[in-house]
């Protein structure tokens, strides 16, 4: 268990990837209570610098005593990593958020959104588990709804965006476009299939069950998160050439009665919720908008037309900050507030 401290000493594992950077930023945006800081890296990436609080901090190669006197640990280095690294950063009596898929379907592992299940952190936790982008900003809306009026099945379209897949996507994307624009061939090296004014419904491996990854890992997910197995999930994750901020398109049924005016209020009370929702004047949840910003943004509500125990709606979120360096840092807001 952390020590009741008034500073905590903090590492940043895979400081350098573009989650880790803006770990590092929302850390210094939110006042964080740190004392001492220490940015971890490959190989590669050790001995360069990057800047917290206007000073230069220098990145050192992330290594198994890499955590000695660290409090807290943040890990967005990818699952690999995170297996090899995170246990011996326990063993040094330190509290592992992690960003990656590794951990988050383990039994006895805390699977985290602070506004939807802040008691599954646990008195004494070694690693807790940073869910999935895609997951995040879906089942902060879909709690209230669960508790009101108990959420039998969800159907979810995603759109995301081009960042989920780091900074070559995003380049590959920016390169695309251009090409294209000069009347010129795409040249394809993060995406099997042209991203730039296209939709790809693959979102990361192919399973035997003709679904992918990527949408098991919110079937799964969700259940975990909101603490019930029963509920029913049906997704389809798709790639589209946008830079920043995941959209989805959720049908929701109830095994109650529900109404859309009824999920507006509950949604506009909840924590971490903003709701953009008058579209006679086109206003509705857009990427750009959710772009560095740290709401789940929602609107479209409305009822289903085909089933009276069902609503459909939108929902927009920045990928890397709710969708994952935020969520961490709330969690480890969580653990110091302890």
């Known amino acids: 268990m952390i020590q009741n401290k008034d500073k905590y000493n903090v590492a940043v594992a895979g400081a350098t990837g573009a989650v880790g950077r803006k770990m590092l930023e929302i850390l210094e945006e939110r006042g964080f209570p740190l004392e001492n800081l220490k940015l971890l890296a490959s190989s590669r990436s050790a001995g360069s610098e990057l800047e917290f609080k206007g000073k230069k901090v220098r990145v050192e190669e992330l290594r198994q005593d890499s955590f000695s006197g660290i409090d807290i640990a ?4 990818g699952a690999g990593v995170s297996r090899e690294f995170a246990p011996a950063a326990v063993k040094s009596n330190c509290v592992v958020i992690d ?20 008691h ?49 996507a995003i380049e590959e ?47 799964n997910e969700t259940r975990k998160i909101m603490g019930d197995e029963s509920i029913q999930v049906s997704p389809t994750t798709v790639r589209v ?21 009824a999920v507006r209020e509950l949604l506009a ?29 929602v ?28 969520n961490a840092v709330q969690i480890a807001e969580l653990l110091v507030s302890r």
């Open 74 to 77: 943040l890990f967005s280095a």
């Open 99 to 118: 960003n990656s898929s590794a951990f988050r379907m383990e039994p006895d592992i805390p699977l985290v959104v602070p506004e939807v299940n802040p």
């Open 120 to 168: 599954a952190i646990g008195e004494d936790p070694g690693i807790i588990a940073n869910p999935n982008c895609s997951t995040i900003q879906m089942v902060v809306a879909l709690k209230p709804i669960h508790d009101k009026f108990k959420i039998k099945r969800v159907v979810v379209s995603t759109y995301q965006s081009v960042s989920g897949s780091g900074q070559k």
């Open 173 to 219: 994307l920016k390169n695309q476009a251009l090409e294209l624009l000069k009347g010129g061939k795409v040249s394809l090296n993060v995406y099997p299939h042209q991203i730039a004014f296209n939709c790809l419904p693959h979102i990361d491996k192919f399973l035997d069950s003709g679904y992918t990854k990527e949408e098991m890992k919110m079937v």
């Open 241 to 261: 050439p946008v830079i920043y901020s995941h959209s989805e398109a959720l049908n929701v049924e109830t095994e109650g009665p529900v109404t859309a005016s």
């Open 269 to 297: 009370a909840q924590e971490g919720v903003c709701v953009v929702d008058d579209p006679e004047n086109n206003v509705y949840p857009l990427a750009t908008m959710g772009e560095n910003k740290d709401e789940v943004f």
């Open 299 to 326: 609107g479209r509500i409305r009822d289903d037309i085909s089933q009276e125990r069902a609503v459909n709606f939108w929902v927009v979120s920045d990928n890397l900050r709710k969708g994952a360096a935020l």
